[in-house]
């Protein structure tokens, strides 16, 4: 590998890094920082995604599908916090593993019933569907490009919502002491509510921005639920940061380990979390 | 630590959480299959197929083929009218040997046909060895079905995962290709298909200059798509299927690949994803036992009934469903529908010549087809042939002994 080729696999690993915070980032609020376990989440990514295909084959347009689909998934999110998340807040996490579970199920059947089992492809937006050349034979679609600027936005507004917010202080005080924070007169049921839906939104945004990347397919959520939980798990339960950082490390990681240790490239990312958890059991910018 | 404290809880609850979905998914075997006890005189068949997850519409093409066989000859094989007995494999390997049970023990079948995925194959190879029932299986490519597992049960109507890359060598030294990479998942599939290419290759003076895998299922390629740039390979040989095809074939246009470096296939590469690519398939050439455009009579005529029973395009699943409706006749008729005669329909099965719509077909000693490999090229929204690459191909079946 000579360096040119050694920067262009540094930016591919940086890029597919980006790309999982993007996945993962729905995961980070719901699982992170409301603590509730949402096996579901690729569920919503799947959803995201279809939602795109759907609405942009209607509309003949990814950037209308999108703005038309993110209403659609924060009314489901808030929808789903109401009827079924907010009565188990107080009950054994066992609970809402079995009741996320359920919705993978769920999800998947209403998905064959609606959309069918085919895989279908979502056009790149024309104004991005562009190569940069790198090399004589190689070039860089302009499209993960955006993606990785799309990521770095959100990133950045998700800490600011987080850390610097007022919204976001009273979130991290209804995550540590749920009762308190009710009985200092905020109502911690519509701040959950409204987190939730913006969990489930993050998830299905990120399935709508990757559809022309990943194609559209079934049970293309499960493929994304376990790289997720392992992002949150490394960075540690709690953190944008973390997250921010545990995705980079993923994409280098697996970006790296493809090329030169091809055999083993498929543990490297368990490998590396099963070291962070002996070391660091509250993951790297968790809180102990 | 205050019971409302949530924010600290490890990740000891998360592995729990765990444990318990493995229980759902094993209660979930346990729904309601018997069927009342079988009529007499009654043909017993029972299909263990995909019919939920990613492959449940090529369980389902496979049912429709079949059951199409069955009802050309009046509902009927060797003279008996048929009851099925259907169980939904899930693609599970783990719950493979389960599953065949409820056929082969409760139901008591006469002949079991599955599946698709190859893990489930090998995992029904251990409990129909044993039990001694016909099996035909119209999918799973896994070798070591008709190699080192083979037995005189065992009957595939389909292709071995060799088969599928092997004539590609050829294909590549006619077009004056020297070296080649191949990439693949890595996954006993994909192995399988690698060597059958690089055998085939190799044979032909040609090397393969690097095998490049991805963890199954992933699709990301980026890293192993820059590896093949600097590479500068002659050509690309590739195999994945379905989702992953169609991502694949996508970055390799986006990566500026397209056009530079020669993209072939495995014939999976380009089935059922041309819809979802776009242009991105277009000029991609493959070897597959079956193609469109074949334009034979049996093709055109199994074609055209297809549609019209089911409302669908046939693809090459229905085919290998189709056929394996027609070996179970070839056997039955030997018989005369005398099916506890085991080793006369075995006898009828292994002569038989089947009529398929891909072509003629005979089988192997070890019960895999022997079958003439065609080129096909994308165009549009088909897989044109291009011409036949291999004729009647056969696999090696190594390590059968049967």
Known sequence: MDFAFFLIQLLNGLQYGLLLFLVASGLTLIFG???????????????????????????????????????????????????????????????????????????????????????????????????????????????????????????????????????????????????????????????????????????????????????????????????????????????????????????????????????????????????????????????? | MNKNEKAGYDRREFLLGSTAIAGVAAAGTLLPGGTALAQQGKLKVGLMLPYTGTFAQLGVAITNGFKLAVDERGGKLGGREIEYFTVDDESNPAKAPENVNKLVQRDKVDVVIGTVHSGVVMGMAKVLKESGTLWINPNGGAGAMTGAACAPNFFRTSFSNWQTTHALGKVLKAKGHKNAVFITWKYAAGEEMMEGFKEGFEKEGGKLTKELYVPFPQVEFQALLTEIASIKPDAVVAFFAGGGAAKFLKDYQAAGLKGKIPLYGSGFLTDGVLDAVGDAGEGVETTLHYADGLDTKKDKAFRLAYAKTYKLQPDVYAVQGYDAGQLLAAGLDGVKGNVSDKAGVIKAMEAAKIDSPRGTWTLSKSHNPVQDMYLRKVVGKENKVQGVAWKALADPARGCKA
């Open chain 1, 33 to 288: 920082i409301m603590g509730i376990i949402n096996l579901a989440h690729g569920s919503f990514y799947m959803v995201g995604a279809y939602l795109a295909w759907s609405l942009s084959s209607m509309t003949g347009s990814l950037t209308a599908a999108i703005l038309l689909a993110i209403p659609l998934t924060v009314i489901l999110g808030m929808a789903l916090e109401r009827l079924l998340f907010r009565h188990l807040y107080q009950r054994d996490h066992l609970y809402q593993v079995l009741l996320t579970y359920g919705l993978i199920l769920v999800f998947e059947e209403l998905r064959s019933l609606i959309w069918g089992d085919d895989v279908h492809g979502v056009a790149v937006p024309a104004l991005l569907n562009a190569s940069i050349p790198l090399t004589d034979n190689l070039s860089y679609p302009v499209y993960r490009l955006a993606i990785s600027g799309v990521c770095l936005l959100l990133a950045a507004g998700l800490y600011f919502l987080i850390q610097k917010t007022r919204l976001g202080m009273m979130i991290r005080a209804g995550a540590s002491n749920r009762d308190m924070v009710q009985s200092l007169g905020i109502d911690i049921k519509l701040i959950y509510t409204l987190v939730f839906a913006l969990g489930i939104a993050l998830a299905a945004f990120a399935g709508m921005i990757n559809a022309p990347l990943s194609s559209v397919f079934p049970n293309m959520g499960g493929q994304v639920l376990i790289i997720c939980f392992v992002v949150v798990v490394i960075g540690g339960i709690g953190s944008v940061k973390g997250a921010m950082a545990a995705s980079l490390i993923i994409g280098l990681a697996e970006t790296f380990g493809q090329v030169l240790v091809p055999e083993v490239a498929g543990m490297i990312v368990y490998v590396l979390m099963a070291i962070v958890l002996v070391w660091r059991p509250e993951g790297l910018f968790g809180r102990a």
